[in-house]
């Protein structure tokens, strides 16, 4: 009977706690690609390596969240970010608009209205869908040129992530003003492009950062160079904390590339980056748990990821892929100048970087769970030929979306890994998998009855608006 | 300002309505290898044939449930049902028992304990793994010769499903006291085998009804002579119900057997059966909506079903699956039955059938979506071929588990037919992507906070016990 009163009592209290709160400071993390496999694989993984579970998957409020565009059963980014961020439902592609142009209202941008400070964080460019989401209005997600002067005119108050990247030459865009950061520091943009410019950024400065030309690292590449994603939520919470209160969205965007990759290493290692950046939001709302909402979510998911496979008897051996210590994308730019520099090198010569690289041993012993079996051996041999080949002709470089499509030997070095963990991939793409959306402080049991990817918008904006 | 009012009041209600109150009528839904990919995929079909959404996957509290057991991080039916059932982890094929033995307490006995009549349903074996979690105590889930006394000895009130089925000669049985169904009636049950003793059977009566040696048939291949689960939960609702109230608990035990056998469309017709099962509940539910509480979950997924596929560009298109209209293991009998009687059967003629049974088209037309490559024909020819050599050589069935192992040219045409529909599958076993728990009605809540299958009978004792 005790024990009851104690539980009603706990659920009574987180509800009272929101009945009538707003919390005054709403983290949004999301996962580009990542679904309830990515991050039960990452949370398994980081149990079996001694880091325990991930905080993401551990909050109180859970709920699965549907992803389906206006146009398409399974979304893209463009199309599911402005679905989180305004709350309509738009075509694939369209970023912050409805699919007959009319211009939607994000919750960033009701949270400026409301006297927030706003951060906006990614990984990947901070042009690209998901960010641009939030603060840009695009019939295209490529307009990217455009979406930077969105970017510069929301006014938000911290841009920390990749650069603008972009396929397009601005100066041919037919908005064209003049370059991007020169028109962010005409607009009053502190525009920092070191690791020290952006330490150094002071409170209350109005700031855009950026740590590469394109995309920044894959957690499992990382040299230190730049910053982590906590990092950037840390420094973030120093610079957007005010008696208002802020609106931070932060996204891991490349989980989505290894997950177009199937490279579950790489999946696994910006899962685990991305939680410590939700460790640090919670952090913050154990010192202010009355003000402050985390959210966690993904887009969509990528890649049809399972955790057992057929080819290994169903058996899931996730641990097994801590011997992986970089992208299948950086591994195939390494072989890649092995073979430029010696268009003869030996498949003979590469088989102790494979066990450097990725942990699989040329063993004769059975029971070694990483040994590189004979028709294994095979495989890798007859991709490191056509590698050669590619080389040799000088085919040009395939994207990380495109890892194996035409360099196939970093690809099949990470499939015969993968094979032995008990990962399964069933596509390259997008799926139409519901994302996995948690919830832990002040209004968390907002999520309660969301069923799609509008509600997360639709209920955050209660919590955002005045 | 009022629409803010309006939605706390609507979660402070929901809760208010649980503290303190204990729902007399509780229903537990189970689909057996049935996680979010097949719930999801089940509810894209059931909209695209315009029956409208899943009633399971609406209700408005959700939360993953993680799945391993004491001695596998991928589950078996039988330690998650002691799980689900119980509240502790066991060993993988161990039904009731702590690893060391120990008789645990199921929520079903809780609920019979405090007066609650108690009803179990299933489409498999009665003795089966997940009905065996809630009332049997043995060391191996293939004792089902004991686990039949355990039904016996449970004193429940309405059993129901598939028979008792079993691999083992009951004589051989250490334990034997006599035949089960004898036992049973000596016991003071009212032993039903029939569609039609099933439906006289009065309130208040104790019985025990099966409608098939083994499991009963899948969905897709239903020819009326069996109940459906929505007609068990009905009757059982009618026979169980008195003022004291009680616990149900329904599996739909078959999904998983579409799981291992990769058969998506036989998996899909199944989650709706057990989707329809629930709503006989939420109907109930309606009438006494301050006293019952309906909870949907899975033991574990199987298949590690994915909602798109690489092999058809990511494409999702689940409506082409319509176009099957029976099982895998069902047509796989057909076609051997065909090839008994002509051995010389060529494969054109065979076609139509692959037209009638499946939808896919023998046709030059490349806009139609069902039309069958050539790429395909000449794998549905070498698979036909193939059975042609088993039947010849009279080599024994497979199980529906082993569907495509041994005669594969059923399997060969649903792969076909998958592959059109853009539905991968990675295991033909169980993954261990956490299954998917909803609840709706009084007490819902008290699935917030939840992480894992233990959780499930934690928290449904506090409701069930006096």
């Not at 104690?6 to 987180?14: W, Y």
């Not at 003003?177 to 409170?203: C, H, I, M, Q, T």
Request: glycine residues 10%; charged residues 25%.
């Amino acid at each position: 009977m005790i024990k009851k009163i104690l539980f009603s009592s706990f659920v009574l209290f987180t509800v009272l706690a929101y009945a009538g709160a707003k919390p005054k400071y709403v983290f949004l993390f999301i996962g580009d690609g990542m679904s309830t496999p990515q991050r039960m694989v990452a949370e398994e993984f980081s149990v079996k390596i001694g880091e325990g579970e991930l905080a993401m998957n551990r909050m109180p409020y859970q709920v699965n969240t549907r992803t389906k565009s206006s146009n398409s059963i399974i979304t893209d980014s463009a199309a599911s970010a402005t679905a989180m961020a305004c709350g309509e439902k738009t075509n694939n592609g369209m970023v912050g608009l409805a699919p007959d142009g009319r211009r939607l209202e994000s919750v960033a941008e009701v949270a400026k209205k409301s006297g927030k400070k706003v951060g906006i964080i990614t990984t990947v460019t901070i042009v690209h869908a998901t960010p641009a989401g939030f603060y840009a209005h695009r019939r295209k997600r490529g307009q990217t040129y455009q979406i930077a002067l969105d970017l510069i005119a929301s006014g938000f108050d911290y841009f920390a992530g990749g650069g603008v990247g972009g396929r397009h030459d601005e100066k041919k865009d037919p908005e064209y003003r003049g370059n991007v950061f020169d028109l962010a520091r005409a607009a009053g943009y502190n525009v920092v492009d070191s690791r020290e410019g952006w330490a150094a950024l002071k409170p209350g400065s109005r700031s855009w950062s950026y740590f590469a030309k394109g995309a920044m690292d894959f957690s499992i590449d990382a040299d230190g160079s730049q910053p982590s994603l906590a990092d950037l939520v840390e420094k973030g919470i120093e610079v957007l904390d005010n008696k208002d209160g802020f609106f931070m969205m932060c996204e891991g965007g490349k989980v989505d590339y290894a997950g177009h990759a199937n490279d579950a290493a790489t999946s696994i290692r910006d899962v685990i980056a991305l939680d410590k950046a939700v460790k640090v939001a919670l952090a913050f709302a154990e010192k202010h748990p009355q003000d402050t909402l985390v959210m966690v979510t993904g887009d969509h998911e990528t890649g049809g990821m399972s955790l057992g496979f057929a080819g290994t008897g169903g058996k899931f051996k996730v641990e097994l892929l801590a011997g992986q210590k970089c992208s299948a994308e950086h591994f195939s730019s390494v072989i890649k100048d092995m073979l430029k520099k010696n268009p003869k090198l030996e498949f003979e010569k590469v088989q102790p970087l494979i066990t450097e690289k990725f942990g699989l041993v040329f063993t004769d012993d059975r029971s070694n769970p990483m040994r590189v079996r004979s028709a294994e051996r095979k495989l890798l041999k007859n991709a490191f030929e056509k590698d050669r080949g590619y080389v040799k002709k000088q085919v040009a470089d395939t994207t990380a979306h495109d890892v194996g499509r035409r360099y196939v030997f970093a690809s099949t070095v990470k499939n015969v890994l993968a094979a032995h963990a008990g990962i399964g991939w069933s596509s390259g793409s997008h799926t139409a998998l519901p994302t996995l959306t948690t919830a832990q402080g002040a209004g968390a049991d907002i999520i309660v009855g969301m069923q799609d990817n509008t509600d997360i918008a639709i209920r955050l904006k209660k919590i955002l608006s005045k």
